[in-house]
T-cell receptor, first 109, second 114 residues
């Protein structure tokens, strides 16, 4: 079973626009992570936010976490064609990392 | 590119056969996790190895087994292959077993079961 549910499942935007992806999860977490995957290849870790943090930034990425609503969002600002990929949220509890089904982002040049 | 490598890149097997997938961890990493990713889905946790011992397991049957070697490379073995085992298999290494440690993923092995 998958812990996180991303929304939307797919997103198509123009280059330069912002992209927002949301993630909801079911159980208590210690941290939440966002990953990126290009064309069914390996995942790349983007950012980790701990349960006692509400917002975190990394370059053009902004992640928020609302533990009361069990939800997180990933904002990519000023998107580029190279941002086209699948984005996954993942929650970690102990040794286990549980991924959602992902949001497929397509950025048109 | 991470320092994690996987072999082979692609593999085709028939139902009932056995398969071994290999993973070389990033230098200095002692923890390896394996994931199964079906088409259009997120990765599903299979198990994790820490210093050659299985450290935890997801909801996969015993025909999924693994090994970690003294150099921290790892194998995933799947016996009695089923059609539903067709997927991308990913390994990820990290510097320790703790949940705050970033995982570095390999490029994956695409397994097709006919």
């Amino acid at each position: 079973s998958q812990q996180g549910e991303e929304d939307p499942q797919a997103l198509s935007i123009q280059e330069g626009e912002n992209a927002t992806m949301n993630c909801s999860y079911k159980t208590s977490i210690n941290n939440l992570q966002w990953y990126r995957q290009n064309s069914g290849r390996g995942l790349v870790h983007l950012i980790l936010i701990r349960s006692n943090e509400r917002e975190k930034h990394s370059g053009r990425l902004r992640v928020t976490l609302d533990t009361s609503k069990k939800s997180s969002s990933l904002l990519i600002t000023a998107s580029r064609a190279a941002d086209t990929a699948s984005y996954f949220c993942a929650t970690a509890g102990g040794f286990k990392t549980i991924f959602g089904a992902g949001t497929r982002l397509f950025v048109k040049a | 590119e991470t320092g994690v490598t996987q072999s082979p890149t692609h593999l085709i097997k028939t139902r009932g056969q056995q398969v071994t997938l290999r993973c070389s961890s990033q230098s200095g990493h002692n923890t390896v996790s394996w994931y199964q990713q079906a088409l259009g889905q997120g990765p599903q946790f299979i198990f994790q190895y820490y210093r050659e011992e299985e450290n935890g397991r997801g909801n996969f049957p015993p025909r999924f087994s693994g090994l970690q070697f003294p150099n921290y490379s790892s194998e995933l073995n799947v016996n009695a292959l089923e059609l539903d085992d067709s997927a991308l298999y990913l390994c990820a290494s990290s510097g320790a077993s703790g949940e705050y440690n970033e995982q570095f993923f390999g490029p994956g092995t695409r397994l097709t079961v006919l």
